[in-house]
């Protein structure tokens, strides 16, 4: 589990094929001390510490991963926001978020300045709008965002000086893909009206 504040924002140092899947390689982050088969947030995906040494971390991608993320895309240099799990006693700044990536979207618009902060907008797929909610949460790659003016298969975040400076939304261009997860609750209360609805047919 974790809450969607950044901790680090390291660069891509390769991702390789291997077998039916692949080898991702990230820059260690300065004071991280990992330990094996340790769950990371990658943006936004929950992956397993495969192995490390002083200067990277690697992680395993099943096709399952590849199928579900935007990994096959991604090329060295490119950068990443890694968080580690929550501990029990650690403060919820953001929102529960499980590291499950639930659809693929893309960046539709970036409007703002480092003085007025910027404005994000982004294009969801079919289907998954129904998660949008005002002022409800959203992981986007990872980062815990409030929902600004749903409308259709978009939605915009107000993004601060901090969060674009410390993750990968200050290099990120308009079309690239972000991975998105759903709010947790929503998808469980979803789940159990639709369960109640069946069962009172």
Wanted: glycine share 10%.
């Amino acid at each position: 589990m974790f809450s969607g504040l950044v901790e680090a924002c390291s660069e891509c140092v390769r991702c390789a094929s291997a077998g039916g899947g692949a080898r991702l390689a990230i820059a260690r982050p300065a004071g991280w001390e990992p330990v094996l088969g340790e769950s990371i947030a990658v943006n936004g995906a929950c992956l397993s510490v495969a192995a490390f040494d002083a200067r990277v971390l690697e992680f395993d991608l099943t096709a399952e991963t590849l199928a579900r993320t935007a990994f096959g895309a991604v090329r060295a240099g490119a950068r990443l926001n890694l968080e580690r799990s929550l501990r029990l006693s650690d403060r919820l700044g953001g929102h529960l978020v499980t590291g499950h990536v639930d659809a693929v979207g893309r960046i539709d618009a970036i409007r703002g300045d480092v003085r007025a902060g910027w404005t994000f907008t982004f294009e969801v797929p079919a289907g998954f709008e129904r998660y949008l909610v005002d002022k409800g949460c959203i992981s986007v790659h990872g980062i815990s965002l409030t929902v600004v003016s749903p409308r259709a298969q978009r939605f915009d975040v107000a993004v601060i000086p901090l969060t674009f400076e410390h993750t990968h939304l200050g290099s990120a261009r308009v079309g690239d893909a972000v991975h998105l997860e759903a709010d947790l609750l929503a998808k469980y209360v979803e789940r159990l009206l639709g369960s109640a609805a069946q069962a009172a047919r």
